[in-house]
């Protein structure tokens, strides 16, 4: 299936803060879903290191169902295995699961350590740069294709001991932020390498750090002078991605500079509108398991034009894509944002 080149040519323009009369429906995360992977004959656990099957992964919601973007990695850990982290990729599992770090490295922030050299050549990185070179060549004169990484404090989660992470936020905030400097400059990297691979847009999720989980003034005194150095180092457009409701601290997201800020569906989106003005790009909400993966084609339409009319920018779902999500849904969801931008 092939969408107009037009349609690539919008996303790229929103992107860069043109909009137009029509809204996009694409993610700026993993758009991954077992029926796709299946369909090409593709084990979850086996598709983290092997390039080829990472571009058939990202490229079959778009060349299946007519998904408007294509996104690499495929999981959230690449940095936590760059760092040397173990990494339990879910072999054993009867349906797809999501990698996990099978164990901290490090005990507290005071003992994080980034190994010298260039970090993007660590681990699973450049098997990944030449998967974006490959899917860039394969579906990029249509769609958009994307990357992301991990926020700082999200990768601080993965591989600190949570016990003392989040403590040592209020009791140890230097040794926090000396650990997050760290974590940023491996993340610039990355981000920097995806790009140069051939990425249209960086997405950085915070999941764990986002002020709607740490709160707004963690967010504002740790976490945000960090996105906003990525930011800065990273010439194409970045989607600033978050988890929890953000409603409160939606100025604070706003002044990470990234091109667009990406909310979860416990936002209240118009208010979160009404918050920014018309001068930030907002996108999300739909909730990627109850209306998604679980609701029928009625309930994703209304849940669509809901997005809409509060006036969202582009319509995502509020996360990943839920692996589980039924084929069907996701045309509902595809066709739904055709019919909305029909009318």
């Known amino acids: 299936m092939n969408l107009p080149n037009s349609s690539r040519a919008r996303i790229l323009k929103l992107l860069r803060g043109l ?3 029509t809204i996009p429906c694409f993610s700026a995360l993993s758009s991954l879903i077992a029926p796709a992977l299946e369909t090409r004959g593709l084990r979850f656990h086996e598709i983290h290191h092997d390039t080829s099957k990472m571009v058939d992964a990202a490229a079959a919601a778009y060349e299946l169902y007519g998904w408007q973007s294509a996104t690499l990695p495929t999981n959230l850990i690449v940095e ?40 993007a050549r660590r681990g699973s990185i450049p098997l990944i740069c030449d998967a974006l070179r490959q899917l860039k060549q394969r579906v990029g004169n249509d769609i958009v294709v994307g990357a992301w ?3 700082p404090f999200t990768l601080a989660n993965y591989v600190v001991a949570f016990d003392t992470l989040l403590p040592e936020v209020k009791q140890a905030p230097n040794e926090v932020a000396r650990a997050l400097d760290l974590f940023t400059e491996a993340l610039i990297s990355v981000a920097n390498a995806y790009q140069d691979a051939g990425a249209d847009f960086i997405t950085i999720h915070e999941m764990g750090g986002s002020p709607g989980v740490v709160g707004p003034r963690a967010f504002g005194e740790l976490i945000l002078p960090r996105i906003q150095r990525i930011v800065r180092a990273v010439s194409a457009p970045t989607i600033l991605s978050v988890c929890g409701n953000t409603n409160q601290a939606m100025e604070l997201l706003a002044q990470a500079g990234a091109n667009a800020l990406h909310v979860e569906h416990t936002n209240d989106l118009a208010r979160s509108r009404e918050i920014l ?33 509060a006036g969202v920018d582009a319509v995502m779902p509020g996360c990943d894509l839920y692996l589980q999500t039924p084929a069907e849904n996701l045309r509902a969801l595809i066709e739904a944002t055709h019919q909305l931008l029909k009318n």
């Open 80 to 119: 936590a295995e760059a760092l040397g982290a173990v990494i339990d990729f879910r072999a054993d599992m009867p349906e797809a699961m999501w990698p996990l770090v099978a164990e901290p490295l490090f005990a507290s922030p005071s003992d994080v350590l980034v190994p010298r050299g260039d970090f």
């Open 277 to 309: 003005g018309r001068d930030v790009l907002l996108f999300g909400n739909l909730d990627p398991v109850k209306v998604i993966a679980q609701g029928d084609a009625e309930k994703i339409r209304a849940a669509v034009e809901r997005a809409a009319n």
């Open 149 to 151: 990484i991990a926020g």
């Open 19 to 21: 909009r137009s009369e």
